[in-house]
């Protein structure tokens, strides 16, 4: 009998973590990738994992899907060895390349899948429906855009109903409604219970639609926590104002500014003290349509990430 999320609720139901990792390390020969992660995951959880490229992030995804083991440390998924989670279908994923075959149809695609997952015919038609290419299954996979192929690695994904699923840039080559699409399917499905743990390299996919966001730095996390407070991990705010004809050089010797940026008659000035700055712009020069903003998760981004090094 071939087991899937759907007939193993048991593991998602014990109130253990669904993601637990317990001082994980990874090495490859003098290279360390993952230097002591511990992370709990609760089921149910849209965790962002974020990270420059080379801080651990996909060393990290192939340890959750037993594709690599750590040197150091355990990992486990809802309780479980990862390769015995992904044999049972509790743990699907989304990679960004790879795994499909280009003369085959979408239809013939999935269905091929949902066989080796001893899924009903009538469920190929529902994971076509939910990753939004239900139009598309007459035609061949290596006839689809690098979007539509993204959506098919989604609907063969769903095809074990697994309570975990990864997704590594998922929405790479997909247009913005196709990435809103997309993500509101996600969306659904996490209310549904389901985990997901996505990396991306659009932030303000993050910010939108994670619960939490993990910051990754040199393989370990720097940051976790909503993006909200992870945004005010980054200090200081933001005055934007309308002054034609600023130059960067008079503007970073204002007090209080810490950085400046010119975009065509409007100026982005950063600082600890904006009030300061707001009261100058206002009293001593001719800026209209002054406002304050907070940093954004892009500012706390790189600047928790602002000594990173390609390691990895």
């Given at each position: 009998m071939t087991l899937t999320a759907s007939t193993d609720l048991a593991a998602a139901a014990t109130g253990q973590p669904a993601v637990n990792l317990d001082g994980v390390v990874k090495r490859f020969g003098t290279v360390t990738a993952v230097d002591g992660i511990d992370l709990r995951i609760r089921p149910g959880e849209v965790v962002a994992l974020l990270g420059p490229n080379g801080a651990g992030k996909t060393?990290?995804?192939?340890?959750?899907?037993?594709?690599?083991?750590?040197?150091?440390?355990?990992?486990?998924?809802?309780?479980?060895?990862?390769?015995?989670?992904?044999?049972?279908?509790?743990?699907?994923?989304?990679?960004?390349?790879?795994?499909?075959?280009?003369?085959?149809?979408?239809?013939?695609?999935v269905r091929l899948t949902a066989v080796l997952f001893g899924r009903p015919r009538s469920a190929v038609a529902v994971a076509l429906k939910r990753a939004g290419i239900a139009d598309l299954g007459d035609r061949l996979v290596g006839k689809c855009s690098g979007g539509q192929q993204q959506r098919l690695r989604f609907a063969m994904a769903l095809l074990p109903d697994p309570e975990l699923l990864i997704l590594d840039e998922p929405t790479t080559g997909m247009d913005v409604?196709?990435?809103?699409?997309?993500?509101?399917?996600?969306?659904?499905d996490?209310?549904?219970?389901?985990?997901?743990?996505?990396?991306?390299?659009?932030?303000?996919?993050?910010?939108a639609y994670a619960d939490r966001v993990v910051l990754v730095r040199r393989g370990r996390i720097v940051a976790d926590g909503t993006a909200s407070e992870i945004k005010a991990l980054a200090a200081g705010r933001t005055?934007?104002?309308?002054?034609?004809?600023?130059?960067?050089?008079?503007?970073?010797?204002?007090?209080?500014?810490?950085?400046?940026?010119?975009?065509?008659?409007?100026?982005?000035l950063h600082g600890r003290d904006t009030d300061a700055i707001a009261r100058h712009l206002l009293t001593q020069t001719d800026a209209r349509d002054l406002e304050i903003t907070s940093r954004n998760l892009e500012d706390a981004f790189l600047t928790l990430t602002a000594d990173e090094e390609t390691a990895a």
């Open positions: 060393t990290t995804v192939d340890m959750l899907l037993g594709l690599s083991q750590p040197t150091e440390g355990t990992v486990r998924v809802y309780g479980r060895a990862p390769q015995e989670a992904v044999a049972l279908g509790l743990v699907s994923a989304v990679m960004q390349s790879g795994g499909l075959l280009k003369d085959y149809t979408v239809e013939e695609t409604g196709g990435r809103r699409e997309f993500w509101d399917a996600i969306r659904e996490a209310q549904g219970g389901r985990t997901v743990i996505f990396a991306t390299h659009y932030l303000e996919e993050a910010d005055v934007r104002a309308t002054l034609p004809g600023a130059q960067p050089a008079d503007l970073s010797r204002l007090p209080g500014v810490e950085s400046c940026e010119v975009r065509g008659d409007s100026v982005y």
